[in-house]
T-cell receptor
């Protein structure tokens, strides 16, 4: 099935800086979701953007979606040490039964 | 409130031994339930999903099986574990209600087969 694919580079930033990570996918989607995973824990849902949306905000998170390029970006503004985690994008490509295809994740380290 | 419980948190099992991981959901009825596996440093692979009691769909052929004996209970099993079954297993249910539509994951089970 289709896979979301994050830009594989790990990111290390200073607290207060912005963190941006990207995700690309291969086929059409109904929506794209971003999740955060702290080390050794389950994933936490952050935000969902539908295929007819171009940008969405939630607190310090900003997600963009470009369906023509089949890509999405997640921006975390004014990062905090607590934002240190792996971030995954997941696509709902209409596989049925709400199945999602996850990318490999992008590790972000925020240095206090 | 809706919660998902998954246990045990960690498990070390010898090759050839059986496996049973349990996941239960509270605060919702007839949820779609999923088992994912996460290999070290990699993304999530969907193993099984269930849309109702006794209804199991397998995504990949493997040494594992799943069952859903009750509406809010999802079990992942194996009769004989392989070394390749090691990984981080996550149970999830899909909350299909705006504005928080998306998966809620359990805390995961770290399985090491030795």
């Amino acid at each position: 099935s289709q896979q979301g694919e994050e830009d594989p580079q790990a990111l290390s930033i200073q607290e207060g800086e912005n963190a941006t990570m990207n995700c690309s996918y291969k086929t059409s989607i109904n929506n794209l979701q971003w999740y955060r995973q702290n080390s050794g824990r389950g994933l936490v849902h952050l935000i969902l953007i539908r295929s007819n949306e171009r940008e969405k905000h939630s607190g310090r998170l900003r997600v963009t979606l470009d369906t023509s390029k089949k890509s999405s970006s997640l921006l975390i503004t004014a990062s905090r040490a607590a934002d240190t985690a792996s971030y995954f994008c997941a696509t709902d490509g209409g596989y049925g039964n709400n199945r999602l295809a996850f990318g490999k994740g992008n590790q972000v380290v925020v240095i206090p | 409130s809706q919660t998902i419980h998954q246990w045990p948190a960690t498990l070390v099992q010898p090759v050839g031994s059986p496996l049973s991981l349990e996941c239960t959901v509270e605060g919702t009825s007839n949820p779609n339930l999923y088992w994912y596996r996460q290999a070290a440093g990699r993304g999530l692979q969907l193993l099984f999903y269930s849309v109702g009691i006794g209804q199991i769909s397998s995504e990949v052929p493997q040494n594992l099986s799943a069952s859903r004996p009750q509406d809010r209970q999802f079990i992942l099993s194996s009769k004989k574990l392989l070394l390749s079954d090691s990984g981080f297993y996550l149970c999830a249910w899909y909350r299909d209600r705006a504005p928080d539509r998306g998966y809620t994951f359990g805390s995961g089970t770290r399985l090491t087969v030795v």
